[in-house]
Nanobody, 118 residues
Framework: QVQLVESGGGLVQAGGSLRLSCAAS????????MGWYRQAPGKQRELVAT?????DTKYADSVKGRFTISRDRYTVYLQMNSLKPEDTALYYC??????????????WGQGTQVTVSS
């Protein structure tokens, strides 16, 4: 099993910055792609950014140019700049885990709250 623990959330004013971290433990050698998702109250969970084990990245249009995803093997980061009130959400880290060729699953963290005040 793989466990993910997020940290770095908090309260920040609009225009400010935060850096989220997500550390994986357990069967980390089976981890491939990692990513960040978020869920605001009353809304569905949405993709923020993903990064492959080779470092290729993908971003939601709403965060392009403001957020940067990076990873150091099995720790993934999300640098968030120029934050807006609409970025307020519970941010989740995830990882695609492939223990065997025939089986894969997605592991999720518990989430870290980001609140941006106007």
């Amino acid at each position: 099993q793989v466990q993910l623990v997020e940290s770095g959330g908090g309260l920040v004013q609009a225009g400010g910055s935060l850096r989220l971290s997500c550390a994986a433990s357990g069967r980390t050698r089976s981890i491939g792609d990692m990513g960040w998702y978020r869920q605001a109250p009353g809304k569905q969970r949405e993709l923020v950014a993903t990064i492959t084990s080779g470092g290729d990245t993908k971003y939601a249009d709403s965060v392009k140019g403001r957020f940067t995803i990076s990873r150091d093997r099995y720790t993934v980061y999300l640098q968030m700049n120029s934050l807006k009130p609409e970025d307020t959400a519970l941010y989740y880290c995830n990882a695609k885990v492939t223990p065997t060729i025939e089986y894969s699953y997605t592991s999720w963290g518990q989430g870290t709250q980001v609140t941006v005040s106007s």
